[in-house]
């Protein structure tokens, strides 16, 4: 393909991707396929000479569309949204085309600065306290990561270096594999599962503290658990909050949580990976109240701030506490202004060394829509969740399993697990709309989640009398 080709199917595939995202919602949403369907449709091996861009083309609607969840269909409800604009998606595109791996500053100083300035404008956004803000005298800053599962991860090996080193410092005398055997993380029994599984690659115990009857942990309750180990011998480390948990976003009591963490020396890391972005608006604020007590803080604004995966925002308290702990210097990766204290290199602030452009998807989601565009988006959704919730209240079959905050509405049938689950195998049979469940106290649940830009209140409304439809046949049934 040469450049004249290049601009030529370039102009047809944003007309491709436009046509798309206007028209998901005339797709069924779930696809029909079975597994291993796609293997099939195409040849066993790639072709020795090449296909025409034609052949290629056609086959995206062949092959691909029909095994794709449209998870920018108005009618997706699942999960958390994956966030998606058409400035993120230009941004991309821009992307791809400077083709940079921003490992060093000098590897491309665009793409480290614009990211250090970008996670400051976010960090204001968000009324993060000054610490974390780079441009100023802080001694802390933000970085992007992949996805929030390596910002956990990040923190959790940052903490665990720090934790040996001052223990080490103490206790001279006792090697360090004894040392590290003594060590605990603690996490909310409700927390997102790449939390326990960033101690199970990091080799870490990690303890699950219960929760209150809004799914949220005390103080008291973590306190405890601290109290016990530490009595058994143990040294607790680290605790991963989470301020709006996946099930159904109860918000660890971080006030509370953070000034027992910073008396007992455990490193506060915040996962607020889908809240994160309702922040910027301040009635939500509050909410975030205590993340001063926090040692990291990471959210997703490709989850709910209309940027493209991926691109999780992460900050820390103190760089050192990240950088000391995986700085590995090959020649080959110093360059002339390393030691001038003024830039940063991200590659050690993550556990790759490649690294994408991905602030541009950023400066152009923030200057295209401005901090109100995006605060308009978050209370659309919040209001058509509130929306939800009141059709389901209205209605005396069904009944709310938590707190709508934002735009998540967990609810269910009145009456055993096994309705819902066939309530919600009947929904996912007929693909008109998507959703997934959560246990709940041991209640199946189903959950409702707010994901498109398109989705309206017409398509509520729509999703609405589906499910009832649905459930009036299967009450009828099981009369
Ligand atoms: C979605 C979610 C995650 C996982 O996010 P990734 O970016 O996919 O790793 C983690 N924690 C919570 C609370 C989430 O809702």
Redesign the pocket.
């Known amino acids: 393909m040469d450049a004249a080709e290049f601009r030529r199917r370039g102009k047809e595939m944003v007309d491709y991707v436009a046509d798309y995202l206007e028209n998901t919602e005339q797709r069924p949403v779930y696809p029909d396929v079975e597994p291993g369907y796609l293997r099939s449709l195409i040849p066993p091996e790639a072709p020795l000479q090449p296909d025409s861009y034609d052949d290629v083309i056609k086959d995206v609607e062949r092959v691909i569309m029909p095994g794709v969840t449209h998870w920018q269909s108005p009618y997706f409800y699942a ?2 949204p994956g966030g998606s604009s058409y400035p993120a998606m230009l941004a991309d595109m821009l992307c791809a085309a400077i083709g940079c791996i921003g490992f060093t500053w000098a590897a491309s100083p665009a793409c480290t600065e614009l990211e250090t300035v970008m996670l400051d404008w976010l960090g204001k956004m968000l009324k993060l306290p000054e610490h974390f803000i780079a441009g100023t005298q802080g001694l802390g800053g933000g970085v992007i990561q ?7 991860l990040m923190s959790l090996l940052a903490a665990r270096c720090k934790a040996l080193k001052r223990i080490q410092a103490a206790k001279p005398d006792i090697p360090e594999c004894e040392l590290r055997t003594k060590l605990v993380a603690y996490t909310s029994e409700q ?2 599962s ?2 326990e599984r960033a101690s199970l690659i990091a080799e870490v115990t990690m303890r699950k503290v219960p929760t209150d009857g809004t799914y949220a942990v005390r103080g008291s309750m973590l306190k405890k658990m601290l109290e016990e180990d530490k009595a058994a011998g143990l040294v607790p480390f680290y605790f991963c909050a ?1 301020l ?3 099930p159904s976003l109860a918000f660890d009591r971080i006030t509370e949580l953070g000034p027992i963490c910073n008396e007992e020396n455990v490193w506060m890391h915040i ?5 994160g972005s309702a922040f910027i608006c301040p009635e939500f604020r509050p909410l975030l109240n205590g993340v001063e007590f926090a040692d990291s803080f990471n959210f ?1 604004p ?2 709910w701030l209309l940027i493209n995966f ?1 691109c ?1 925002a992460m900050w820390v308290k103190k760089r050192e506490d990240m950088i000391g702990a995986f700085k590995v210097d090959p020649l080959y990766l110093k360059h002339e202004n390393q030691e001038s204290g003024l830039i940063t290199d991200y590659r050690h602030w993550q556990i790759a060394l490649g690294r994408r452009f991905r602030s541009l998807k950023m400066w152009f989601v923030f200057r295209l829509y401005g901090l109100q565009g995006l605060q308009a988006h978050i209370r659309k959704q919040v209001a058509l969740a509130k929306e939800f919730e009141s059709f389901v209240r209205a209605d005396k079959r069904f009944e709310i399993c938590a707190e709508v905050i934002m735009g998540l509405v967990c609810f269910r049938l009145k009456g055993s697990n096994d309705l819902n689950q066939l309530l919600l195998k009947r929904i996912t049979q007929h693909r008109e709309i998507h959703l997934v469940p959560c246990q709940l106290s041991g209640l199946f649940v189903l959950r409702f989640a707010i994901c498109s830009r398109r989705t309206d209140s017409k398509h509520i409304q729509h999703a609405w009398r589906h499910i009832t439809q649905l459930s009036c046949e299967l009450l009828q049934e099981n009369h």
Do not use: L, Q
């Open positions: 999960y958390f992949g996805t929030a599962s390596e910002a956990t927390a997102h790449s939390v989470t709006g948990t996946t996962d607020a990976a889908y809240a997703n490709h989850k991926d999780s």
